[in-house]
């Protein structure tokens, strides 16, 4: 029995028929058309599809669409501003971090949400944040490089005040 | 095809109003992170014919994510993330066990949506919350149409998936008592993160002058639910709690648990490895 879900989506209030059985992540990609959430594992395993939810990391395979009902949801869509990039992007891109570029945007997420809770993380804490998250071209050392390069300030203040910082 | 139905009542009355109908199958949900895989399996491979309709009942709405305590107990909903825990003070100043086994927990993005309730009704003999609240002595409080009721953790789970709840019962609450002694928590997993355990204990030990007055150990994943260890802890008592004893006291697990083959492991690697990590957790729960 199909209902409609009203929620917030990169800002923006969404409406949007979904069935009692569906994922968040069949929602955004498939109903919605944001395909930025990679659906890996379809399991909690891989990360891949990590989003947002209410300023917290969470896989989005795991999370069942009717219980976002008002809250506010990211993905890598809502990040950048115009053409410039989120720290966070424009530091995985430098460093070289994405090879086969599956896992990024789930990284992306997980490193962001991260972030804004602990804002000078040391290495160790990186590596636990981002442990949900797997990459099979292993690329998890330039990622880490790259989340530390954010914190250190190289790549510039994280945006404040925006719809991730709720 | 089976048809699946979700509520999200917002309070128990309407809760136990939605569960009059019992036409449908019932799964409460309260992360998901368990739950939510199992129906994505469920949709894209098992067979559904035959099976009754499933009504999905959201128990988030209940306000069940507190923490709160009195002089001599703390009391956590059910419906409480792991991830609120960790960074409870209540539960850092009371039960740092807790925290040191939620560390162990999956991965971040996942202690973020997945619950202590939802750990403890999923009942997986791998749990690895479950050994901690059985040590700390924790009671878990069950309400249904007819009324509340506590179940000692100990006498709780009855087999794999399996628990003494009721289909109409929601697991509200935990509450563990304030204690003297102090815990430790060990868990050996394939690797260190997002990974289901291959054996975890936890202890709880009091002592005197290093002279062991109350031991309790459990051990999980090595059995069909989490065990107690009453050899152990008989060892242990009234001892000194020397390196000696401890192994001493550590080996007596292999007695009391029936692991199996299974994807993590073999049954005989589990046995040797229980005892060590055994031994590690009581080593954890004297440091302080």
């Known amino acids: 029995m199909s209902e409609i879900l009203s929620f917030y989506l990169n800002g923006n209030p969404v409406e949007v028929l979904v069935k009692p059985e569906q994922t968040l992540l069949e929602v955004l990609r498939d109903d919605l058309g944001l395909t930025s959430p990679k659906c890996g594992c379809n399991h909690g395993d891989c990360g891949a599809c990590t989003v947002i939810l209410d300023g917290k990391a969470v896989k989005s395979c795991l999370v069942l669409a009717p219980t976002v009902k008002g809250k506010k949801v990211i993905t890598a869509d809502g990040l950048c501003s115009g053409e410039k990039l989120h720290p966070i992007q424009q530091a995985f891109l430098d460093y070289g971090a994405p090879q086969c570029g599956y896992c990024t945007p789930g990284m992306v997420m997980a490193a962001t949400a991260f972030l804004l809770e602990n804002p000078k993380p040391t290495r160790e804490e990186i590596k636990e944040a981002l442990s949900g998250n797997l990459c099979r071209c292993a690329g998890y050392d330039k990622y880490v490089e790259a989340v530390l390069a954010v914190s250190n300030g190289e790549f510039g203040l994280l945006p404040e005040g925006s719809d991730i910082n709720v | ?288």
């Open chain 2, 1 to 288: 095809m089976r048809g699946y139905f979700y509520e999200s009542p917002d309070s128990f009355e309407k809760l136990f109003e939605v569960l009059k109908d019992n036409s449908r199958e019932i799964k409460f949900l309260a992360g998901g992170s368990d739950f939510v895989p199992r129906l994505n399996l469920e949709r894209e491979q098992a067979p559904k014919e035959n099976k009754k309709d499933l009504l999905i009942i959201n128990l988030s709405e209940l306000g069940l994510n507190t923490i709160t305590e009195n002089d001599s107990e703390v009391i956590i909903g059910a419906t409480t993330t792991f991830t609120e825990i960790q960074k409870n003070d209540i539960i850092k100043r009371e039960f740092p066990v807790l925290i040191e086994a939620i560390n162990q927990i999956a991965g971040l993005s996942v202690r973020n949506i997945a619950t202590i309730g939802g750990n403890i009704m999923n009942a997986s003999p791998a749990a690895d919350s479950v050994p901690s609240l059985v040590v700390l002595d924790a009671v878990f409080v069950l309400r249904g149409p007819e009324g509340s009721r506590n179940v000692e953790a100990k006498e709780f789970f009855t087999g794999p998936g399996r628990t003494v709840a009721k289909e109409n019962e929601v697991l509200t609450h935990i509450i563990i008592r304030k204690n003297k002694g102090f815990a430790g928590f060990n868990k050996l997993g394939r690797r260190k993160a997002e990974t289901l355990s291959v054996v975890n204990a936890a202890a709880y030990i009091e002592r005197e002058n290093n002279v062991c007055k109350v031991a309790r150990i459990a051990v999980g994943s090595v059995a069909p639910t989490v065990v107690r260890c009453k050899e152990v802890e008989e060892l242990l008592n009234g001892k000194e709690l020397t390196e000696e004893n401890i192994r001493a006291a550590s080996e007596k697990v292999v007695d009391e648990i029936s692991p199996i083959d299974d994807i993590r492991a073999s049954a005989w690697y589990r046995r040797r490895v229980a005892p060590v990590i055994v031994r590690r957790a009581i080593e954890a729960a004297i440091v302080e």
